[in-house]
């Protein structure tokens, strides 16, 4: 299965340009080089930046409307936006491919004022149009419809059969569809990482089918409410997930990244979370009843509220961890020996004080 079906590239054809193939154009001071790509990372950074309308890679990765505002995103949630800058007047003509013919995806351009110039639906007609020189913004819309995300990759090349008219110059644009030339180009621009991450919509669809992915990098995944009881996420990576009130009961977490993840309320009763690191995340309200934690590195995590009562803690990290309200009646302490009392709320009674409890 493809990770993106909807993966799309975009390019626009500009006159004068001469772009060798992927990974190699002109650089921005018209010298030849390696491709020089701006990414949505770019142009939130510094948003007084500007795409060229003459050169350049631009990418950018769409969500979907219905999905939470993300960070480093330039134009809210299901739009994308690339300010772009016309140095002379062009004749532009905009074509989008699109391998799912029922995609809806589109596009508009519009100048400094506000005003639409042209717009562009996928698989749909080609517009042409006189574009003057000034600024303007591309504004990529996300159909809903399709799949959670898609990457946007906008090339600029020079178009060979381009028709000139006594005014203006006039070249042809086509949007199109190519995921593997989008993955080796992001590979040769150094960005690969961002194309990676868009794998974990897929691998969540696979989780949730099937409740087995072990080792899977699931950083920052959207799990909320999740039913993933009994899953296997033995090693997985779930750095800065969204795991609140998701049910885990019995899951494998053995050795699972869980650093700064939130698990507020999520149920993780005779869990296995042997050897997890579960630094700085979000514990509140969580059940660990009976789970297994001995090794687990619970430093400075937020533990208030959580009901820990019978969990194994041996050897568990716990310094710093805020333990406020938690139930640790049963519990076997972290020296490996002793027993929490059945009357133990934010403290281990009868055993020794948690700055014992290093790790080690």
């Given at each position: 299965?493809?990770?993106?079906?909807?993966?799309?590239?975009?390019?626009?054809?500009?006159?004068?340009?001469?772009?060798?193939?992927?990974?190699?154009?002109?650089?921005?001071?018209?010298?030849q080089g390696g491709t020089q790509a701006l990414t949505e990372n770019d142009f939130f950074?510094?948003?007084?930046?500007?795409?060229?309308?003459?050169?350049?890679?631009?990418?950018?990765?769409?969500?979907?409307?219905?999905?939470?505002?993300?960070?480093r995103d330039t134009g809210g949630v299901g739009i994308d936006t690339i300010p772009y800058k016309y140095t002379r007047a062009l004749g532009n003509t905009f074509c989008w491919e699109d391998e799912d013919q029922g995609a809806e995806h589109f596009m508009t351009l519009v100048d400094s004022e506000g005003v639409e110039v042209l717009m562009v639906e996928a698989n749909g007609k080609c517009v042409t149009e006189a574009i003057e020189d000034g600024d303007y913004?591309?504004?990529?819309?996300?159909?809903?419809r399709t799949e959670?995300?898609?990457?946007?990759?906008?090339?600029?090349?020079?178009?060979?059969?381009?028709?000139?008219?006594?005014?203006?110059?006039?070249?042809?644009?086509?949007?199109?569809?190519a995921k593997s030339i989008f993955s080796r180009t992001l590979r040769n621009i150094?960005?690969?990482?961002?194309?990676g991450a868009q794998t974990v919509v897929e691998k969540i669809?696979?989780?949730?089918?099937?409740?087995?992915?072990?080792?899977?990098?699931?950083?920052?995944?959207?799990?909320?409410?999740?039913?993933?009881?009994?899953?296997?996420?033995?090693?997985?990576?779930?750095s800065g997930a969204d795991l609140r009130d998701a049910d885990l009961l019995g899951a494998n977490l053995n050795g699972a990244h869980l650093s700064?993840?939130?698990?507020?309320?999520?149920?993780?009763?005779?869990?296995?979370?042997?050897?997890?690191?579960?630094?700085?995340?979000?514990l509140r309200r969580a059940l660990f009843i009976r789970a297994n934690l001995s090794g687990a590195n619970l430093g400075s995590a937020n533990l208030s509220g959580a009901n820990?009562?019978?969990?194994?803690?041996?050897?568990?990290?716990?310094?710093?961890?805020?333990?406020?309200?938690?139930?640790?009646?049963?519990?076997?302490?972290c020296d490996g020996v002793c027993r929490c009392a059945d009357l133990s709320i934010g403290t281990c009674v009868g055993c020794p004080p948690r700055d014992t409890c290093t790790g080690s």
């Open positions: 299965m493809k990770s993106y079906r909807t993966l799309l590239t975009l390019c626009l054809f500009v006159s004068l340009i001469s772009i060798l193939a992927i990974g190699g154009c002109n650089n921005n001071d018209g010298s950074e510094a948003p007084s930046l500007n795409a060229k309308a003459d050169r350049g890679i631009a990418v950018t990765f769409l969500e979907h409307p219905d999905t939470e505002n993300p960070e913004e591309m504004r990529i819309h996300h159909d809903g959670d995300s898609i990457g946007v990759f906008i090339q600029v090349t020079e178009d060979t059969d381009a028709v000139g008219s006594k005014s203006i110059e006039t070249n042809q644009g086509v949007l199109k569809t150094g960005i690969i990482q961002e194309a669809k696979t989780l949730l089918e099937t409740h087995k992915c072990p080792g899977c990098d699931l950083h920052r995944a959207k799990l909320r409410s999740a039913n993933l009881s009994g899953a296997n996420l033995r090693d997985a990576n779930l700064d993840a939130d698990l507020s309320g999520a149920g993780l009763v005779d869990a296995d979370l042997s050897g997890a690191n579960l630094f700085l995340a979000d820990l009562s019978d969990a194994n803690l041996r050897g568990a990290h716990l310094i710093g961890a805020n333990l406020s309200g938690a139930n640790l009646g049963g519990a076997f302490w």
